[in-house]
């Protein structure tokens, strides 16, 4: 399974990329890509030509998604064209995924077969940009993104296997407030996985 790392975003409430941001030291997008490294035999950064990205260690870069429709599903769907298998999708903005959680969805998607995805929800909300797509999916996803659908319909709409993580592992880093409470943050014991 591929690892892939979301971060074709225009980043506006940031005021630029999210993926190269620093938090605590590192790129923002280095802490989901130490969360899938230890499941995943390959982890990429999925991103639009041009948008700057960090160099982190051992992670590919994939920077040739179309630069339309800019749409979430449009990155899934790019990383299962590269990867020609399934991808464990992480957006680069969720630094507090741990290792374990993506095991959980590993384990259900395991425990089912060739289910169409396996996608997390938290606080009873499905979180599309955390989740387990096979290549099936690549083609509902491409034109999701390309008729504007919301991420969400398109994602419940391919029957996925839900899996309960807590909320704070799909908590989102989108304005500057975010980025500065993560700061403070990450400077407390992680939770343990």
Known sequence: MVG????????RRMAGSKAARMLAGRPLAAYPAAALRPSCARVALVAKPGDELPDIAGVELWDGEPSEPRHPATGIAYALDQAD????????????????????????????????????????????VLGIYPPSALAPLAAAAASGARLVDAVEALGPVLVEL???????????????AAERELGQPRRST
Do not use: H, K
Not at 4 to 11: K, P
Not at 166 to 180: G, K
């Open 4 to 11: 892939a790392i979301l971060a074709g975003g225009a980043g």
């Open 166 to 180: 807590p909320v704070e592992a799909v908590r989102s880093v989108n304005t500057e407030e975010d980025l500065a």
């Open 85 to 128: 298998e399934r991808v464990l999708v992480c957006a680069c903005d969720m630094p507090f995924v741990t290792d374990g959680d993506c095991r959980r969805l590993i384990d259900a998607a395991r425990d089912r077969g060739e289910a169409p995805a396996v996608v997390a929800v938290a606080g009873g909300a499905l979180q599309p």
